[in-house]
């Protein structure tokens, strides 16, 4: 089977822009999650998709947003991009609880 | 909502020598603990878990422990071997559906030669 696929690899955008970001799970896994990867702060979740619906949601504010489709893809947009919202975006799809991680998505806000 | 703490930040240990990392979680119904491991500019990866009705469990060089009265849950890593070296996450979970599983900040584990 062929793993977690993130779209594009890097991006370099500016301050004030939005961005989407997309992600293919494993064939026949019906959950994806995001995190935010930081050198600092760790891996911090943002939200989860299950079957077309937001199942849970991190703390992060509301220009972070995501979706799913009926193909299990899910795509995460952040709007008014921040200096701070620099980071590694992860996503990870699901099966019987055991993440498996796509290799990211390095995105830069200058 | 679930806080997990994990230490130390950082350790290093001679290399077939025994390293332990630890973690404490804050939500009680907490019952699925995975552990990842980060090697450089790769995905984590799971390395074992543990649920609530185990209190431990081996693959090999790894172990990891579980006591629910404390809320601690540590990994254990024996015979260590250059390729340990990575950062590693505890997390957990407060279903095994993974619905929403949170992680610790991380250890960066080097292995001396």
């Known amino acids: 089977k062929a793993g977690v696929t993130q779209t594009p690899r890097y991006l370099i955008k500016t301050r004030g822009q939005q961005v989407t970001l997309s992600c293919s799970p494993i064939?026949?896994?019906?959950?994806v999650s995001w995190y935010q990867q930081t050198p600092g702060q760790g891996l911090q979740f943002l939200f989860e998709y299950f079957s077309e619906t937001q199942r849970n949601k991190g703390n992060f504010p509301g220009r972070f947003s995501g979706r799913q489709f009926s193909n299990s893809r899910s795509e995460m947009n952040v709007s008014t991009l921040e200096l701070g919202d620099s980071a590694l975006y992860l996503c990870?799809?699901?099966?019987?609880?055991?993440?498996?991680f796509g290799s990211g998505t390095q995105l830069s806000v200058l | 909502g679930e806080n997990v703490e994990q230490h130390p930040s950082t350790l290093s240990v001679q290399e077939g020598d025994s390293a332990v990392i630890k973690c404490t979680y804050s939500d009680s119904a907490s019952n699925y603990f995975p552990w990842y491991k980060q090697e450089l500019g790769k995905r984590p990866q799971l390395i074992i878990d543990?649920?609530?009705?185990?209190g431990e469990k081996k693959d090999q060089r790894i172990a990891v422990t579980l006591n629910k009265t404390a809320k601690h849950f540590s990994l254990h890593i024996t015979e260590t071997q250059p390729e340990d070296s990575a950062v590693y996450f505890c997390a957990a979970s407060i279903d095994s559906s993974a619905s929403k599983i949170i992680f610790g900040s991380g250890t960066r584990l080097s292995i001396r030669p």
């Open positions: 543990i649920r609530s009705n185990v």
């Open positions: 064939s026949g896994h019906r959950s």
């Open positions: 990870a799809s699901s099966l019987e609880g055991k993440l498996f």
